[in-house]
T-cell receptor, first 114, second 110 residues
Framework: EAQVTQNPRYLITVTGKKLTVTCSQN?????MSWYRQDPGLGLRQIYY???????DKGDVPEGYKVSRKEKRNFPLILESPSPNQTSLYFC?????????????FGPGTRLTVL | EDQVTQSPEALRLQEGESSSLNCSYT??????LFWYRQDPGKGPEFLFT???AGEEKEKERLKATLTKKESFLHITAPKPEDSATYLC???????????FGKGTTLSVSS
């Protein structure tokens, strides 16, 4: 089944404790992206990757890192999480061409930083 | 600045009561407008892509239309299972991100 998977689905952590949210897609898509969704603010892009080893900042990149060493994986790293990073996070992927094509979204990761 | 505005924020319908959701956008040179459905606690699910004014797409009870400044999602004879948040998004100028509206939350009661 073609899908985007994320792990963990739920995470409660404390300020400053490094964490990684994994994202994997099995559709051989070139483009991958991370969004966060907050009440009243909607979905906002954190980082994106046009292909392996090519990543760039989105609208809200502060406090996050990403890497794209393999085509299928695009982990999101929070080196020192803070309470303002409490949010619902979505990974998405699409075929080559950036965001011109439909994006397939993962199931989401709900992160709480205490 | 690329911007997407959706209205209304919330809509309550009776089963069978048709209506439309609005998505107005400002982007220099539209390169794609997308409609997604999102159920609570889940990821957005793709519905439609529209690329040029006059284009229309249909899927079951849903029909999406596009003009030069806005898009409509028409819902004909909705059922309770159509209850969800409907998101509209456009591709940004660089083609690197989707710019989302805040969504319309639809509730359909039987």
């Amino acid at each position: 089944e073609a899908q985007v998977t994320q792990n963990p689905r739920y995470l409660i952590t404390v300020t400053g404790k490094k964490l990684t949210v994994t994202c994997s897609q099995n559709m051989n898509h070139e483009y991958m992206s991370w969004y966060r969704q907050d009440p009243g603010l909607g979905l906002r892009q954190i980082y994106y990757s046009m292909n392996v080893e090519v990543t760039d900042k989105g609208d809200v990149p502060e406090g996050y890192k990403v890497s794209r060493k393999e085509k299928r994986n695009f982990p999101l790293i929070l080196e020192s999480p803070s309470p303002n990073q409490t949010s619902l996070y979505f990974c998405a992927s699409s075929p080559g061409g950036g965001s011109y094509n439909e994006q397939f979204f993962g199931p989401g990761t709900r992160l709480t930083v205490l | 600045e690329d911007q997407v505005t959706q209205s209304p924020e919330a809509l309550r319908l009776q089963e069978g009561e048709s209506s439309s959701l609005n998505c107005s956008y400002t982007v220099s040179g539209l390169r794609g407008l997308f409609w997604y459905r999102q159920d609570p606690g889940k990821g957005p699910e793709f519905l439609f892509t529209l690329y040029s004014a006059g284009e229309e797409k249909e899927k079951e009870r849903l029909k999406a239309t596009l003009t030069k400044k806005e898009s409509f999602l028409h819902i004909t004879a909705p059922k309770p299972e159509d209850s969800a948040t409907y998101l509209c998004a456009v591709t940004n100028q660089a083609g690197t991100a989707l710019i989302f509206g805040k969504g319309t939350t639809l509730s359909v009661s039987s």
